[in-house]
Structure formats: structure tokens, C-alpha cells
């Protein structure tokens, strides 16, 4: 973990060399429509044919897919770590690495700390290192391969953020993990929670376990866009 001083004012999303691999990363990702729709017939016809995915299945899909934040959801997960001085951020899904570069980018502007990401497809996290090397910003990430549910077990201290990311049916399980490392204050991101009937009810009461004098926030997003920022849970 790497710490320096805060420096309020400085963006690292204006760095050239984090900008040019957003760019190169976001164009990248903006040519897969076909991949996507691929994806999302997939996903229907599961539904249809009330196919149970495993984690291997999905993670085979997804292989060579980025899914990741848009830039404006990048940017909103960077002034989200920026607003609550996030030193320690847990991402559940790294894929290629988007996420990680905005959380590293403001990690690195609140002074340093830690990315820890994760990423089930080994050519994924080969990537996404690579990404966030040629970002400059490797000092402020580690991302642990294999399963979260085993990888994130010991997060290594307390959690000032988490992003859900990774497949949804796996979010509760992954919140239920990292709760004990929350913190008053921590924030819980989680994209697309409204997937599964009653999810974002079920997140927040997972979150609020076991330790009663804590609070979170979450946030959601879904249909591709931001919204829905739910107000402050007390525990
Ligand atoms: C939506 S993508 C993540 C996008 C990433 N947050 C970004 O913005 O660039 C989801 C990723 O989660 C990974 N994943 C899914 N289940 C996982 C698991 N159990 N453990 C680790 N990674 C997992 C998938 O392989 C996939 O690359």
C-alpha cells in the first residue's frame, strides 16, 4: 500500500497517461454491441429454459467481454472514493480493469492506499495488469485471481468502499463476506442491483449484519445509468 500526501486538488483522470488508457479501454468496449447482445440473448434464454449458470459458465461467457462502467458511471465511482477520502476499496469483478483504474486514480488523489480487486479468468487479470500499469497506477492496485468468494475472504483491514461487480446472484454472498470489514461511513456500489427480485432490499439488510453501531450507504446502478442513491443505513 502506498501513501503520500492528500492531494485535494489534483484529478488523476486528467493524468495523459490514465486518460489514454480510459480512452483506449472505453473505445475498446464500445465496439463489443454484438458480444453484448450475444450476452444478453444468452442470459434470456437461461431465464426461459430456467437454466441455474454456474460460475464457471458465466465467467466462460464473459471471457473476452469487458461489461464495465461507462464513463460516467467511471467518473461517479471516482468522485464517490474522492468524497469519503476512500483509502481501502474492495471491487467484486476487475474484468479488464476500468474500475479499478477510476478507484486507483482516486486512491491515489486522497493520499494512497489500495485497490484490491478481483477477477475469476486468469486472461482477465493478465490484462487488466497490464492496463493499470500502463496507467501508472499498478503502486495502488492488487488484483487477487480466482473465485472472490475464497479471494476476498481476508480483505487484509477495514473496507471505506465496495463495488459489486461480478455476477449478481453472487452479490449476497460477497456482501455478507466483507460486512464485518465495513465501517461507519463505508459505501456499497453495486451495478444493475435491480436484477433480482428484492435484491437491493436483501443487499442492504445483508449489510446491516452483524455489527449493530455501524452505518453504509449504498448506491445502485441500473439500465446502464446511475441511479437511485439510497439513503444512509443505520445499524
Ligand atoms: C461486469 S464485469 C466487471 C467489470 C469491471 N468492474 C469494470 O468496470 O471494468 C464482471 C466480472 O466479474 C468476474 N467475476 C464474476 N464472478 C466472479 C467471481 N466469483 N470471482 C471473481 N470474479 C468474478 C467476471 O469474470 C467478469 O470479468
Redesign the pocket.
Known sequence: MRHEEPTSRTCSLTDPKVRAVLDR?HAE?GGQTLGLARLLASFAFDKLLRHEVS?AE??AR??D?????SPK??VFAYQAARSIGARRIV????????????FAAAVRDNGGGVVI?????PG?VAR?RDNIEAAGLSAYVEI?E????E??RDPGGPLDLV?L???KT?YLP?IRLLTPHLHPGSVVLG?NIFYGQGLQGRLRSAARRPAPSRSSSASSTAGGRWSCPTPRVSR
Not at 480487486?117 to 479468468?121: A, L, M, Q, V
Not at 480466482?146 to 468468494?149: I, V
Open positions: 479501454l468496449a460460475v458465466e465467467a464473459l471471457k467481454l469487458y461489461v464495465c462502467l458511471q467511471g471491487e467484486f469483478g476487475t474484468s479488464f480493469g476500468v474500475s479499478a483504474i477510476y480487486g478481483s477477477e475469476i479468468e482477465k487488466a487477487r480466482g473465485d472472490a468468494q479471494t476476498l463495488l461487480d461480478g455476477f453472487l460477497i451495478d
